[in-house]
C-alpha cells in the first residue's frame, strides 16, 4: 500500500474541457508534465500550456481520424505498472516508458449523441470511446500508483489536496477517484449496450442503467429512504429532464402523482387539464381554453382536488393561473407559464412548478419496467393509439355523435385510471371516476357516488370488460347513458342484452387498458 504518491507526469485527453485549462495550468504550477492529444491539446497549447502530444511522446502517429492515438505500450505501460514491485518498474525502464501518475480523461459524448432526434447508428457508432475506457480502467485498477479523474467537478478538491501535499494525493483521494471511474466507464458501456439492443423486443439480457438525480427527503413514507434517477440515453424531452422553476424540493410522492399527471395530459392536442391525487386523476377535461378545462377538471372532484397535481398541455395564462391559486395544490406542470401567470403563482412559495420547455407529448423511452422481488418485470407502454373507427358498436341503439367524442375522450382517461376503472364522462370532463376497487361493480358505484347526479346521461367507460351485466346495471341505474367496454368476456352476450333491455348504446373496443 502506498500512501501518498506525488504527481510528475499526467495525461489529458477529455471530451468535456470544463475548467481543463485552469486544471493544468494548476498542475504545471507543480511541474508537472502532460500528455495529451488532438482537440485537448489544442486547447490547452491555445491557453499557452506547453504540453507533449501523445505522438510526439508514443512516436506512433494518430490515425484513423483518431481512433488509434493512446492504444500504444508506451501509455499503457506506463499508466499499468504497480509501482509497489520492482520487476514492473525494471521493465518500464528498460522499454524506455515512463510513469504516468495522473489520468484526466472523459469520454466521448454517447448518451448526449444518441439523446438527439433522428440519430443515426453510424453517428451513435462513431461516439463510442475505446482509448479513454482503456486508460481509465487502467488507472482505476492501478489506484495504488496512479489517479484517475473522469469528473471536472474534482479538478479543485486535486488541485488542494496536492497544493496541502507538496504535490501529492493520498490513497484515499486515490480509492475514491478509482471507484468513481469504474461507476463511469459502467455508465458508459451499459448506455452502449442498451442503446444496441433497443432494436431487440426483449434481449436475453437487459441492462438498465440510471444515473442519480438526487435524494429525496424520504420515500413514501417518512421512514424510507430514497432518490430520484434519470435513465441513461433518456432524450431531453422525456418527464424526467424537465425543469423546477418554483417551490419547494419534490417529493418522492410528488414525482410520481406528477409523472401520472403529465401523462394523462398529454393524450389530448386541445386545451386540456389533469388532476391527479395518490396516483390516480381525480379529474380530467378539455376546455374551450386552457381556464376552462381546468374548472371542469376541478368540479369533477373539488374536495379530492385539494393538495393535488395539476398537470396543463398549453403555457398557463393568468386566468387559469387564478383559478389553481385558490386552492392548495401541490405541483402545477405545463409546457410553461406566461409573465402574469409566474407573477401569480410564485406567490405561493411552497408551490412546485414545472416547465417542460414546451414539450406536449409524452416521451416513451425504451421500456415500462416494474420491480418485483429479486427481479424486475418489463413490457411496452401501454401507449397505443387506437381509432374510433375500429370500435364495434354491439347493441341494438347507437350512440350519437356527442357520445361518440365522449367514448374517445373517456377511453383516453381510462388507461391512467388504476384497474378496476371506471370513469363517468360528459362534454369530455370526468364527472365521477371509480378507482382501484376489486370489484368492477363497487368501481362503478364508487364513481357514481363521486359525481352524483352529474353522472346522469354520462358516458363511462370501463378499462376492461362487464364480466357480468351486474356492473352495466349499476352504472345505468346511476344515470349512465352510453358505455364502452372492450368486451372479450364469456358473458358479451348477457352485458349486450342487459344494454338493449335499458336502451343504451354499448361499443366495443377490442382492447383492455388494465393499470395495477
Known amino acids: 500500500m502506498i500512501d501518498k504518491i506525488k504527481i510528475q507526469r499526467a495525461i489529458i485527453s477529455v471530451s468535456n474541457k470544463t475548467g481543463v485549462v485552469e486544471f493544468a495550468k494548476a498542475l504545471k504550477t507543480h511541474g508537472v508534465e502532460i500528455?495529451?492529444?488532438?482537440?485537448?491539446?489544442?486547447?490547452?497549447?491555445?491557453?499557452?500550456?506547453?504540453?507533449?502530444?501523445?505522438?510526439?511522446?508514443?512516436?506512433?502517429?494518430?490515425?484513423?481520424?483518431?481512433?488509434?492515438?493512446?492504444?500504444?505500450?508506451?501509455?499503457?505501460?506506463?499508466?499499468?505498472?504497480?509501482?509497489?514491485?520492482?520487476?514492473?518498474?525494471?521493465?518500464?525502464?528498460?522499454?524506455?516508458?515512463?510513469?504516468?501518475?495522473?489520468?484526466?480523461?472523459?469520454?466521448?459524448?454517447?448518451?448526449?449523441?444518441?439523446?438527439?432526434?433522428?440519430?443515426?447508428?453510424?453517428?451513435?457508432?462513431?461516439?463510442?470511446?475505446?482509448?479513454?475506457?482503456?486508460?481509465?480502467?487502467?488507472?482505476?485498477?492501478?489506484?495504488?500508483?496512479?489517479?484517475?479523474?473522469?469528473?471536472?467537478?474534482?479538478?479543485?478538491?486535486?488541485?488542494?489536496?496536492?497544493?496541502?501535499?507538496d504535490g501529492a494525493l493520498s490513497r484515499d483521494t486515490r480509492f475514491l477517484l478509482c471507484k468513481e471511474a469504474f461507476k463511469h466507464t459502467a455508465l458508459y458501456d451499459s448506455t452502449i449496450a442498451q442503446y444496441l439492443s433497443g432494436e431487440d423486443d426483449f434481449p436475453e439480457v437487459a441492462v438498465y442503467t440510471f444515473e442519480k438525480i438526487m435524494n429525496t427527503r424520504y420515500g413514501e413514507n417518512p421512514h424510507q429512504r430514497a432518490a430520484y434517477y434519470r435513465q441513461a440515453g433518456a432524450p431531453s424531452d422525456a418527464f424526467v429532464n424537465f425543469k423546477q422553476i418554483h417551490g419547494k424540493e419534490?417529493?418522492?410522492?410528488?414525482?410520481?402523482?406528477?409523472?401520472?399527471?403529465?401523462?394523462?395530459?398529454?393524450?389530448?392536442?386541445?386545451?386540456?387539464?389533469?388532476?391527479?391525487?395518490?396516483?390516480?386523476?381525480?379529474?380530467?377535461?378539455?376546455?374551450?381554453?386552457?381556464?376552462?378545462?381546468?374548472?371542469?377538471?376541478?368540479?369533477?372532484?373539488?374536495?379530492?382536488?385539494?393538495?393535488?397535481?395539476?398537470?396543463?398541455?398549453?403555457?398557463?395564462?393568468?386566468?387559469?393561473?387564478?383559478?389553481?391559486?385558490?386552492?392548495?395544490?401541490?405541483?402545477?406542470?405545463?409546457?410553461?407559464?406566461?409573465?402574469?401567470?409566474?407573477?401569480?403563482?410564485?406567490?405561493?412559495?411552497?408551490?412546485?412548478?414545472?416547465?417542460?420547455?414546451?414539450?406536449?407529448?409524452?416521451?416513451?423511452?425504451?421500456?415500462?419496467?416494474?420491480?418485483v422481488d429479486g427481479g424486475v418485470l418489463v413490457q411496452d407502454f401501454d401507449n397505443i393509439e387506437e381509432s374510433v373507427a375500429n370500435w364495434r358498436v354491439v347493441s341494438e341503439v347507437a350512440p350519437t355523435e356527442a357520445q361518440w367524442v365522449d367514448m374517445a375522450f373517456a377511453w383516453k382517461v381510462a388507461k391512467h385510471v388504476k384497474s378496476n376503472a371506471i370513469i363517468y364522462v360528459k362534454d369530455r370532463a370526468t364527472v365521477g371516476i371509480g378507482a382501484g376497487q376489486m370489484s368492477r361493480v363497487d368501481s362503478t358505484w364508487l364513481g357514481a357516488h363521486k359525481g352524483g347526479d352529474k353522472v346522469k346521461g354520462a358516458v363511462v367507460a370501463s378499462d376492461a370488460f362487464f364480466p357480468f351485466r351486474d356492473g352495466l346495471d349499476a352504472a345505468v341505474a346511476a344515470g349512465a347513458a352510453c358505455i364502452v367496454e372492450p368486451g372479450g368476456s364469456i358473458r358479451d352476450d348477457e352485458v349486450i342484452a342487459a344494454a338493449n333491455e335499458h336502451g343504451i348504446p354499448l361499443v366495443f373496443t377490442g382492447k383492455r387498458h388494465f393499470r395495477h
Not at 506547453?50 to 492515438?69: C, L, Q, W
Not at 495522473?102 to 439523446?115: H, K, Q, R
Not at 410522492?253 to 394523462?264: C, F, G, M, P, Q
Request: proline share 4%; charged share 25%; aromatic share 6%.
Open 35 to 165: 500528455l495529451s492529444t488532438g482537440g485537448t491539446a489544442k486547447a490547452l497549447r491555445d491557453a499557452g500550456i506547453d504540453v507533449i502530444e501523445v505522438s510526439a511522446y508514443t512516436g506512433f502517429p494518430e490515425m484513423m481520424e483518431g481512433r488509434v492515438k493512446t492504444l500504444h505500450p508506451k501509455i499503457a505501460g506506463g499508466i499499468l505498472a504497480d509501482r509497489r514491485k520492482e520487476d514492473h518498474m525494471r521493465q518500464i525502464a528498460e522499454a524506455g516508458i515512463e510513469p504516468i501518475d495522473l489520468v484526466c480523461v472523459n469520454l466521448y459524448p454517447f448518451a448526449e449523441t444518441i439523446a438527439k432526434p433522428n440519430v443515426t447508428l453510424d453517428e451513435a457508432i462513431e461516439n463510442i470511446d475505446i482509448g479513454g475506457p482503456t486508460m481509465i480502467r487502467a488507472a482505476a485498477k492501478n489506484f495504488e500508483g496512479v489517479a484517475v479523474v473522469v469528473n471536472p467537478s474534482w479538478y479543485q478538491k486535486i488541485i488542494d489536496e496536492m497544493k496541502a501535499n
Open 250 to 371: 419534490l417529493s418522492y410522492n410528488n414525482i410520481l402523482d406528477t409523472d401520472s399527471a403529465w401523462s394523462l395530459v398529454c393524450e389530448f392536442d386541445e386545451p386540456a387539464c389533469a388532476i391527479i391525487k395518490h396516483n390516480n386523476p381525480c379529474g380530467c377535461a378539455i376546455g374551450v381554453d386552457l381556464a376552462d378545462a381546468y374548472q371542469k377538471a376541478y368540479e369533477c372532484d373539488t374536495v379530492s382536488a385539494f393538495g393535488g397535481i395539476v398537470a396543463l398541455n398549453q403555457m398557463v395564462d393568468k386566468a387559469t393561473a387564478e383559478k389553481i391559486a385558490q386552492i392548495f395544490v401541490e405541483v402545477v406542470i405545463a409546457p410553461g407559464f406566461d409573465q402574469e401567470a409566474l407573477d401569480i403563482l410564485t406567490k405561493k412559495a411552497d408551490l412546485r412548478l414545472i416547465d417542460s420547455g414546451g414539450v406536449t407529448r409524452r416521451s416513451y423511452f425504451n421500456r415500462d419496467i416494474r420491480r
